[in-house]
């Protein structure tokens, strides 16, 4: 998926080990992690009442996240995770496979379309922002990504159509609660959700179909051009007619 509305900035050194689709946005650093061993997180048992309220915060947008993690039609979504130790070695295999194999984790992420990109890192040290390099303990599972719609929707489109790759990238993590049932799973992402300290947006009223569509018809008309340059006017109309009921999708 071209990561066609979205621009970004980095500091520090790059994490390494990771699956990615497109480019970053910069989040703020998480904090760091306890050397003590990490106590696995409760799996949530809220009512669906309780479910709800939380999506519905004040503190969110209409969009159901911060407000700075929004530009425009734009969402950003930054989420840490504290990985359990086999998870050093099953992460690094599945990101090695996943980038040299075809596999129908990206088919799946190619049907939606409204998502920019989506990028997942096992992270096992803290880039060098003014202080020392920090390995951390337990490395950390770090997953990005940009959409357009709602915050609640994407995660509803990803447990539901990407739902095997969401056990595969996460199984490892602690508190995991499955991507199914979706309540659990937005109060689990909620709970390990860090809000953008960058995110800016190049066409932030525009969507990633808007601006797929926005190519293509000026690549169709650039053609068009070529084609009619030498035709007569009754010629010409009928194709001009014929042109514009072929790209009526992409208006």
């Known amino acids: 998926m071209a990561s066609a509305t979205t621009t970004t900035t980095s500091n520090g050194k790059p994490v390494t080990e990771s699956a990615r689709i497109a480019t970053e946005h910069r989040p703020r650093p998480p904090k760091r992690a306890p050397r003590t061993r990490p106590v696995a997180a409760a799996k949530p048992t809220a009512s669906p009442a309780a479910i709800a309220a939380a999506l519905a915060d004040d503190a969110g947008t209409a969009q159901g996240t911060d407000a700075r993690n929004v530009d425009g ?105 499955q991507p199914l049932p979706t309540g659990p799973f937005k109060l689990y992402i909620q709970h390990n959700e860090v809000v953008a300290s960058h995110f800016h947006s190049a066409y932030p009223q525009a969507t990633t179909t808007m601006i797929l569509s926005a190519l293509e018809l000026e690549q169709r008309l650039a053609r068009f051009d070529e084609d009619v340059a030498a035709l007569g006017d009754e010629e010409f109309a009928q194709r001009w007619r014929e042109l514009l009921t072929d790209v009526q999708g992409l208006i």
């Not at 003014?130 to 940009?146: A, D, K, R």
């Not at 990407?162 to 996460?170: D, E, H, P, Y």
């Open 73 to 177: 039609k734009a969402i950003a979504i930054t989420v840490f995770s504290t990985v359990k130790w086999p998870g050093r070695f099953w992460l690094p295999a599945v990101f090695f496979v996943g980038s040299r194999v075809k596999t129908p984790i990206a088919g799946s992420l190619a049907r939606l379309s409204f998502i920019h990109f989506a990028r997942w890192t096992l992270v096992r040290e803290l880039p060098d922002n003014g202080q020392p390099t920090e390995e951390l303990h337990f490395p950390h599972l770090y997953f990005e990504s940009n959409f357009n719609g709602g915050w609640a929707e994407y995660i509803d489109a990803f447990s539901h159509i990407l739902t095997t790759g969401m056990k595969i990238f996460w199984s490892t993590s602690y508190g995991f609660p």
